[in-house]
């Protein structure tokens, strides 16, 4: 067979026990559009990505738009969270069974018409209904990203795609509260979804031309009752810490919400353990490969999201620097992130996995050590010289564990894989936020021997910065327990301990 020179085509054969029988199918893959399709679903990574944080932006101003309590308004963030988080692995499996590129395109129309009547609703409980139809469409667009940016690029190169999608979410994490308060300033708040409508439908059309339609083999059932014992179980989750970090861990609705998790969650693994074609597969599990790097990548958004959170209050209410600083300074770990993906992406094709991931670790570890010695009188540029080692070995760890993830499943599983890709780190930011706020506001109070009034916030800042040392101590644990399973697994590869990988294209 001969190859044109920008072509990588090859003959897939997939046996699956699904349905009545075995199911044989052939596809051939074209790679010579891949950087088209990463264009395009770049797209639906930043659309997604910046409107995440565009909104946080607005909602002082909602709350005077619309004369309601910040109770309210915050429902807006929130709904777009639970709705995505909850949808995601459901949507990853949907994409396995009827194609992704359909339904890739459902999600991207629905994201944007979304976006445009959210631009358009008259109150804040409306907005708050349309933020969850947008949401509906976002989910689709985050669980099935990765996937297809794994079958558009050949495996040799898949690490440098996904480095790129890691700096497409920099670029949205920076862009969105800047642009935000600029759209907000010259025009009004609606314009924060508006401006989603033109790069919504380039994006929309860059996937109808670009993004290969491959279909995979037909006879598969969805697993009903495996979605919805896990998308409830993740709501109560949910709930269960964003009413926490209010109400603490030991109120009963709190601990209701997080038994009800428990209890559904054993339920659904009970389901997938009997069903002929389950949502997510548990033998996906049994490979060592696959569940370290979800476990890792998941203790690295706790940790990273849970304390990053607190560097606003840090900045503005201990360095008393102006929001305008504040927002320059957060700016250093998206920015690492962003420019340190691609190269590690990169690296990670030539080198493999596993020692890039152990380099990106040991600088995570490094940056939140460094934070631990924050002072009540750190300058700009001693924030700069803690955050940035933080930020690069984000960027670094993340592309190639996220090829690592992709690279260790079939084919008939990319779309789950991708999705559990994306519920870990959305996952993670949701639990660190939680529970490392809740282990700063303790620490405060056990620092100052009381509740301070007002809350943590209040406390003296030295205490505030004390407990702030105890909670990047925590996180640096947590950076040094991933670190130690970088380690061990890479060891474990070298010696062949845990088998061939399997190839993406292969059962």
């Known amino acids: 067979m001969t190859f044109g020179k920008n072509t990588y085509a090859f003959a897939i054969l997939t046996l699956c026990h699904e349905g009545n029988g075995i199911l044989t199918t052939q596809h051939t893959v074209d790679y010579s559009r891949k950087w088209y399709v990463l264009a395009a679903v770049a797209t639906g990574i930043f659309l997604s990505t910046i409107d995440s944080s565009i909104v946080n932006v607005a909602l002082p101003t909602l709350v005077q738009s619309f004369g309601v309590e910040f109770a309210v308004v915050q429902w807006v963030v929130l709904a777009y969270l639970l709705t995505v988080v909850t949808l995601i692995p459901s949507?990853?499996?949907?994409?396995?069974?009827?194609?992704k590129k359909p339904l890739y395109m459902t999600g991207f129309a629905i994201f944007t018409i979304g976006s445009a009547l959210c631009g358009l609703a008259p109150t804040a409980y409306w907005l708050i209904g349309f933020r969850v139809l947008q949401a509906l469409g976002a989910s689709v667009v985050l669980a099935l990203g990765t996937a297809i940016l794994t079958e558009a690029f050949p495996p040799t190169e898949r690490g440098k795609a996904l480095g790129f999608g890691g700096t497409m979410v920099s670029i949205g994490i920076v862009t969105g509260p800047v642009l935000g308060g600029l759209l907000i300033g010259a025009l009004s708040w609606h314009w924060i979804f508006f401006v989603n409508l033109p790069v919504g439908a380039i994006g929309l059309a860059m996937v109808l031309r670009f993004v290969p339609d491959i279909r995979p083999a037909g006879g598969q059932r969805f697993d009903v009752g495996g979605a919805l014992s896990?998308?409830?179980?993740?709501?109560?989750?949910?709930?269960?810490?964003?009413?926490?970090?209010?109400?603490?861990?030991?109120?009963?609705?709190?601990?209701?919400?997080?038994?009800a998790w428990l209890i559904l969650l054993a339920a659904f693994i009970s389901i997938e353990s009997r069903h002929p074609q389950p949502m997510i597969s548990l033998a996906l599990f049994r490979n060592r490969l696959f569940s370290i790097n979800l476990i890792t990548g998941f203790?690295?958004?706790?940790?990273?999201?849970?304390?990053?959170?607190?560097?606003?209050?840090?900045?503005?209410?201990?360095?008393?620097?102006?929001?305008?600083?504040?927002?320059?300074?957060?700016?250093?770990?998206?920015?690492?992130?962003?420019?340190?993906?691609?190269?590690?992406?990169?690296?990670?094709?030539?080198?493999?996995?596993?020692?890039?991931?152990?380099?990106?670790?040991?600088?995570?570890?490094?940056?939140?050590?460094?934070?631990?010695?924050?002072?009540?009188?750190?300058?700009?540029?001693?924030?700069?010289?803690?955050?940035?080692?933080?930020?690069?070995?984000?960027?670094?760890?993340?592309?190639?564990?996220?090829?690592?993830?992709?690279?260790?499943?079939?084919?008939?599983?990319?779309?789950?894989?991708?999705?559990?890709?994306?519920?870990?780190?959305?996952?993670?930011?949701?639990?660190?936020?939680?529970?490392?706020?809740?282990?700063?506001?303790?620490?405060?109070?056990?620092?100052?021997?009381?509740?301070?009034?007002?809350?943590?916030?209040?406390?003296?800042a030295g205490v505030q910065v004390a407990a702030l040392h105890d909670t990047y101590l925590l996180s640096t644990m947590l950076a040094i327990i991933s670190l130690a399973l970088a380690i061990w697994s890479l060891i474990q590869e070298r010696r062949g301990a845990l088998g061939p990988v399997p190839q993406p294209d292969g059962l």
């Open 299 to 460: 203790l690295t958004f706790v940790s990273f999201a849970g304390t990053t959170i607190l560097i606003p209050f840090y900045l503005q209410n201990i360095l008393q620097y102006s929001p305008q600083s504040v927002g320059l300074l957060m700016v250093v770990v998206p920015a690492g992130m962003g420019i340190a993906a691609p190269l590690a992406g990169s690296l990670s094709d030539r080198f493999g996995s596993r020692p890039i991931i152990v380099i990106g670790l040991s600088m995570v570890a490094l940056g939140f050590f460094a934070a631990s010695t924050l002072t009540t009188a750190t300058t700009a540029p001693g924030y700069v010289l803690r955050f940035v080692p933080l930020g690069i070995g984000i960027g670094i760890f993340n592309a190639p564990n996220n090829s690592a993830i992709m690279g260790s499943v079939p084919r008939t599983r990319l779309g789950v894989a991708s999705g559990l890709v994306a519920i870990t780190r959305t996952l993670g930011q949701t639990v660190g936020i939680a529970v490392m706020g809740t282990v700063w506001a303790a620490r405060v109070a056990l620092r100052q021997s009381a509740v301070p009034v007002g809350g943590a916030t209040a406390a003296a």
């Open 230 to 259: 896990l998308c409830i179980s993740l709501l109560c989750l949910l709930l269960g810490l964003t009413f926490a970090q209010r109400l603490g861990f030991s109120e009963a609705r709190v601990v209701a919400l997080l038994v």
């Open 91 to 99: 949507m990853g499996r949907l994409g396995d069974m009827i194609g």
